[in-house]
């Protein structure tokens, strides 16, 4: 029971860090005059992957044995997966939840003839523009491009491979650079909520910003650790083995700030910032602690990391499909949560 209401607190207290978070960041976005799509896609994203890049850091290098190295490949391939799956699919619900309580307001206040649930679902500005869609697209298919490379590199073996670790760095870093220099400045007249730190300044000291950012990181990092331990302990009290509760529970928890942040901005009616942050920390999540897994272990994947491979490829392709085809709605979008049941139910097969 303990390890329940640990975990419930732990989630309530990243929900809450994550708030002062994205708080903080479009503060700090609008000091370093950056658009708000590099906002999420650098800021948010690099300040969420950052704690959980840490810790992979941390397995590959100091980890005494072989196995224990191999945590940081497991990081690198769950990542990907559940931003892939779980973050767009909460996202898109979030917009089917946000939009059923514009269209029931507008009844109730205005007598509005209802709108049927394919008109409300339409693709429109009221959730995404043609120039984020277009954005999305292009963050993924760099995605995609970088994924497929060291899914290949898991399957073969050869001497120079530790030092295609860097190639990723490179890759990340090259990223950075283009979200930077391709991003609209910050619109001076786009109005903030206050700093939480600060609530009555208009424009809040870069310190104060600063200190709300990293106490938000630090709380979230510590939550997300307690969170993964207490799932940890409770996978086996549901049946499920270690491997199991590794692979299919402990991601969740690794990128549940994202999910938040998603929630959060979303909610806020800032849905570029929710999937720029998702397709940033998908960067990070590609090439980081690829990188540091190619130059620290062997990066063998195994048949559990290929199948989580195979289900993030296919959740990446059905996404571009459909913003190709100009279908993509929020439905469809949470429709990529399926996804993830699908690799739970062949994982299970697979370890069993």
Not at 7 to 35: D, H, K, P, Q, T
Not at 69 to 88: D, E, H, K, Q, S
Not at 183 to 194: I, T, Y
Not at 339 to 352: D, E, H, K, Q, S
């Amino acid at each position: 029971m303990a390890h329940i209401v640990i975990l419930i607190a732990c989630a309530v207290a990243i929900y809450l860090s994550c708030e002062w978070f994205v708080n903080a960041v479009e503060w700090l976005g609008r000091r370093l005059n950056l658009g708000s799509m590099a906002v999420g896609t650098v800021l948010a994203a690099f300040g969420t992957a950052l704690p959980e890049s840490v810790v992979t850091l941390v397995a590959v290098t100091t980890g005494p044995t072989a196995e224990v190295r191999n945590i940081g490949v497991g990081a690198a391939m769950g990542g990907p997966l559940v931003l892939a799956t779980v973050a767009y699919g909460v996202t898109g619900a979030m917009l089917l939840l946000r939009r059923r309580e514009k269209v029931l307001v507008g009844v109730g206040a205005a007598l509005l003839v209802e709108r049927s649930v394919v008109e409300a679902d339409a693709q429109d500005p009221a959730w995404a523009t043609t120039s984020q869609i277009e954005r999305l697209a292009r963050d993924q298919r760099w995605f995609m491009a970088v994924f497929v490379v060291k899914v290949a590199l898991g399957l073969v073996a050869f001497a120079l491979k530790p030092w295609l670790g860097l190639w990723f760095f490179a890759a990340y870093a090259i990223y950075v650079w283009r979200e930077i220099r391709g991003g609209q400045a910050c619109d001076a007249d786009e109005e903030l909520e206050p700093l939480k730190l600060q609530r009555r300044a208009a424009r809040p000291a870069t310190v104060a910003v600063l200190t709300q950012l990293l106490g938000a990181l630090a709380v979230i990092f510590v939550s997300s650790q307690l969170f993964v331990h207490q799932l940890d302990a409770i996978g086996p009290m549901l049946g499920l083995s270690g491997a199991v509760t590794a692979l299919l529970l402990s991601p969740i928890a690794t990128e549940l700030p994202e999910i938040m942040n998603a929630i959060i901005w979303v909610r806020q009616g800032k849905t570029q910032l929710a999937l720029a942050n998702i397709s940033g920390a998908m960067m990070i999540q590609a090439t980081v602690p690829s990188g540091l897994g190619l130059l620290f272990t062997d990066w063998r994947l195994d048949h559990a990391l290929l199948w989580s491979a195979a289900i993030t490829i296919v959740a990446i392709a059905y996404l571009l499909t459909t913003i190709r085809d100009r279908k993509l709605t929020p439905t469809r979008l949470a429709f990529s949560a399926l996804l993830y049941l699908v690799f739970a139910a062949g994982l299970v097969l697979i370890l069993t």
